[in-house]
């Protein structure tokens, strides 16, 4: 288990960044394929070369025999399949602390910047393009990496590649030895002079074994298909989402501000737009006119002189003649 430790703490924060179904799949990779190997493994393939035994006695015929039975061993053949499936997973891994890197560089200038005591129209410009920058790299409030943008362009390669390499192994596998472990394999190669027959020790519990892998890639294979379908999904709903916020900011009549839109027109007819102010005396407008007229008068022939120079006569007369004409006028 030493030999993985190293491969252990690379997937161990890619778990960090990755989905809900991204996190199974690391786990079943961790759990039922690395663990299990390294456990069990050895002690069931450690004997299969030394215990493999042919019914002759030529001289080089085990060995060839043995070559033809087993390409490649299947301890090494699986520690390839984990390590290439990894890759994709490792190369995301590595665009992930890039990408870190990169907005750490980024808070550190834009730190350095808005700290000068002058800002010239340049240092703003360059602040400017700082904020669009970071605004690419989507980082969390716990300060891991959302999957957006370019990123999720190479978790879904790399999911693609993953699944491709996982099928790929899987095929060659049931290509070299299928589903089973027979007890006996018929060999025939030079220099063997004629069929030879060779016995494979404990072929069942290697059948199991066999089995059992086998099934752990298919449901890694299975995980890595669900894994896709979930970032479709996502993508999809994302954009939806996006359209509907879109419609709703581009729809008429809703607008920021109030009346924002809308021409408001006073009446300017000579008609009056509402019915007119109710009198207190029960007169109507004339009638309150004239009666307003009179009174005026009365109250002008009432007053003393102005000058002393009229006669009393012309005094009475004169302004109850101007008020008069006056109050006519304003009154008709």
Known sequence: MSDWSFLEKLLDQVQEHSTVVGKVWLTVLFIFRILILGLAGESV????????????????????????????????????????VSTPTLIYLGHVIYLSRREEQLRQKEGELRALPHKDPQVERALATIERQMAKISV?????????GALMGTYVVSVICKS??????????????????????????????????????RPTEKTIFIIFMQVVGLISLLLNLLELVHLLCRYLTRRIRARQGQDASAAPGITSEPYADQVFYLPMGKEPSSEPCPTYSGLSSTEQNWANLTTEERLAASRPPLFLGLSPQCSRKCPSNSSSSASKKQYL
């Open 140 to 148: 969390a409030e716990d300060g891991r990496m959302r999957i957006r």
């Open 45 to 84: 393939w450690g004997d299969e070369q030394s215990d493999f035994q042919c019914n002759t006695a030529q001289p080089g015929c085990t060995n060839v025999c043995y070559d033809q039975a087993f390409p490649i061993s299947h301890v090494r053949y699986w520690v390839l399949q984990f390590l290439f």
């Open 164 to 201: 491709v390499l996982e099928a790929g192994f899987l095929y060659g596998q049931w290509r070299l030895y299928g589903w089973t472990m027979e007890p006996v394999f018929v060999c025939h190669r030079l220099p063997c002079p004629h069929l030879v027959d060779c016995f494979v020790s």
